[in-house]
C-alpha cells in the first residue's frame, strides 16, 4: 500500500502542474494530504506529496485557498519536522509552504 501511495502521488505531482483544475475537481489536495497524514513516517510519500500540493498552487488562488482550508499548512510543517534529516523532504516541503501561502493572506 505505503508503494502505491508514493508513485501515485508522484504522478500526481507531474500532473498537477499541467492539470491543476481538473486535479482540483477530482479531489486531489484533501486525498493528497490525508496520504501525507496517513503514512507521515514514509519521506518518500511527504516529498511526493509537497510536491503534488505545490504544483496545484502554482499560480492558483483557488487552489491554494483549498489546501489551506483541508490543513495543508500543519501537514507540510509536521513533514519537515518529522523529516529534517531528509533534505528532499524539507526542500519539497518549503518549496509548498511558499507556494501555498504566496498572496494567500489578501
Request: positive net charge; charged residues 20%; glycine residues 6%.
Amino acid at each position: 500500500l505505503r508503494a502505491v501511495q508514493r508513485s501515485g502521488l508522484a504522478a500526481l505531482a507531474c500532473l498537477a502542474k499541467v492539470a491543476k483544475s481538473q486535479a482540483l475537481d477530482h479531489g486531489a489536495a484533501p486525498i493528497v494530504l490525508a496520504s501525507m497524514t496517513k503514512f507521515k513516517r514514509d519521506p518518500a510519500v511527504q516529498m511526493s506529496g509537497a510536491l503534488a500540493l505545490g504544483g496545484l498552487c502554482v499560480s492558483s488562488s483557488h487552489n491554494q485557498r483549498s489546501v489551506l482550508k483541508y490543513g495543508g499548512v500543519d501537514v507540510l510543517l509536521q513533514a519537515m519536522a518529522k523529516h529534517a534529516e531528509h533534505a528532499d523532504v524539507v526542500v519539497a516541503a518549503s518549496e509548498a509552504l511558499r507556494t501555498v501561502l504566496t498572496d494567500s493572506v489578501r
